[in-house]
């Protein structure tokens, strides 16, 4: 999520000429460490849907405002709105959602999952992302920079296909029992060794 408001922040201040919304953008995200709201009772209240971060989307909310209602179909943006819902679910499998969902008579293992695959997703297209650009720029070889984000891209898919639903479902179950992972199955040399381990 840092990646994501970093790279939106950017495009505010070199695609739109608006460094004090920009500048606006970052304060509220500094001010707002996900350590410290993770920790804050509030936070830990919320339900399903609430954001983890009220201030970002007020933020934005502002922008589109100013801009127009367009800035909310920028994919940089709605991955931040993606990631400020998904995140009060996914690292709380057993948290206070469960009520609000089972309520309605929803399936619980299917909403984690609406949570967690865009989370994983999001998260899988920005290390990729990031740490390519990272690599090719302190390997020297900034002609690498180029494939970057078409890898970024292929794994996000990949993770979002075939590995996401398979790890969320066994978050979800292992939140309820007690996990005990096995020093052999600590290991993986393929994705192929990853999920069957986690079906096992």
């Not at 994501?4 to 953008?25: H, M, P, Q, V």
């Not at 983890?52 to 994919?75: C, H, M, R, S």
């Not at 690292?91 to 984690?112: A, C, H, M, Q």
């Not at 096995?182 to 040399?189: A, F, S, V």
């Amino acid at each position: 999520m840092d990646a994501a408001i970093r790279t939106f922040a950017g495009d505010l201040e070199s695609g739109y000429n608006d460094a004090e919304s920009a500048n606006e953008l970052i304060r509220l995200w500094e001010q707002s460490s996900i350590v410290a709201a993770l920790a804050d009772s509030k936070v830990a209240d919320i339900g399903d849907h609430a954001p983890l971060f009220p201030q970002i989307n007020g933020f934005l909310d502002k922008l589109a405002a100013k801009y127009g209602t367009l800035i909310y179909t920028l994919p940089v943006v709605k991955n931040i709105v993606m990631l400020n819902y998904a995140l009060p679910v996914v690292f709380k499998p057993n948290g206070p959602w469960r009520t609000d969902v089972s309520s309605n008579g929803l399936d619980l293992r299917i909403e984690y999952r609406k949570h967690f695959i865009p989370f994983a997703n999001i998260a899988t297209y920005y290390v990729t992302l990031l740490g390519c650009e990272y690599i090719a720029q302190h390997q020297g070889q900034p002609d690498l920079k180029r494939i970057c984000k078409p890898v970024a891209q292929k794994l996000q898919y990949a993770m979002g296909r075939y590995i996401a639903p398979v790890v969320s479902d066994w978050i979800f179950n292992a939140s309820t029992q007690s996990l005990r992972i096995g020093e052999d199955r600590l290991h993986y040399n393929t994705v192929d060794d990853l999920r069957r381990a986690i079906r096992q």
